[in-house]
């Protein structure tokens, strides 16, 4: 079972996916957690150039091409073989945040940048992808440390992410979950659980 889960800087994500991956652990579930860009050797070096490498100059296009490599291998390197074993996969971002980071905020041409994942992940489909969703001025005040290169992009930028996560939630036919995270993060975890558990008990989505 591949389960993602999406939305803006600072809504929150880790957090509900580190409860999410104890819990289903202490119920029995072997869990594979991954993160984007990262947990390979390759994709935390390009997480490096992406986000911590200020000096450097990057352009859209560069910038979704090195998002895909380090996707392209996390997902030959880390989920496909999980997923082989029966794991359930927890990923903290997966295509999605490139259609809207670098399509409908960044101004790449969306169905383009479709197609190019495909080829990146093989046509790697999420079981169920949880977008935590949140107005951006409260999860700028949530966002803690200094910025990195993408969170310090404009408030039209992340309005922009804002609204493409929900269109493409809008479009994704129940595969894509909205979920309010304004409320409390105990709350949220148990929806976002009650979700989950019925999920890997039917084998299915509900609707
Ligand atoms: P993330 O690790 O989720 O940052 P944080 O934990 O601080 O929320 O994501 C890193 C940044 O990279 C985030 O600003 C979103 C951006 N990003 C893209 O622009 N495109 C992508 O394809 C991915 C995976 C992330």
């Not at 992009?153 to 996560?165: D, P």
């Amino acid at each position: 079972m591949f389960i993602v889960m999406e939305g803006g800087d600072g809504v929150g994500k880790s957090t509900q996916l580190s409860l999410l991956q104890q819990d289903l652990q202490k119920r029995g579930y072997r869990v594979t957690v991954c993160r984007e860009p990262g947990s390979t050797r390759l994709g935390e070096a390009i997480r490096q150039i992406l986000l911590h490498e200020r000096s450097l100059s990057i352009d859209r296009m560069s910038e979704l091409l090195l998002f895909m490599a380090a996707r392209a291998q996390v997902t030959s390197e880390v989920i496909r073989p999980a997923l082989a074993r029966g794991e359930v996969v927890l990923a903290d971002r997966f295509l999605l945040s490139s259609i809207v980071y670098q399509g409908y905020a960044g101004g790449l041409e969306i169905d383009s940048l479709r197609e190019i994942g495909r080829i990146a992940t093989g046509n790697l489909q999420p079981d169920l992808t949880i977008l935590l969703d949140l107005p951006i001025e409260e999860a700028r005040r949530r966002r803690c440390g200094e910025p990195d290169r993408l969170e310090s992009e404009s408030a039209l930028f992340h309005e922009q992410v804002r609204e493409g996560f929900l269109a493409e939630a809008c479009r994704s036919e129940g595969s894509i979950w909205v979920v309010p995270a304004s409320q409390g993060v105990e709350e949220l975890h148990q929806q976002i659980l009650t979700r989950v558990e019925y999920l890997l008990k039917e084998g299915s989505s509900p609707g």
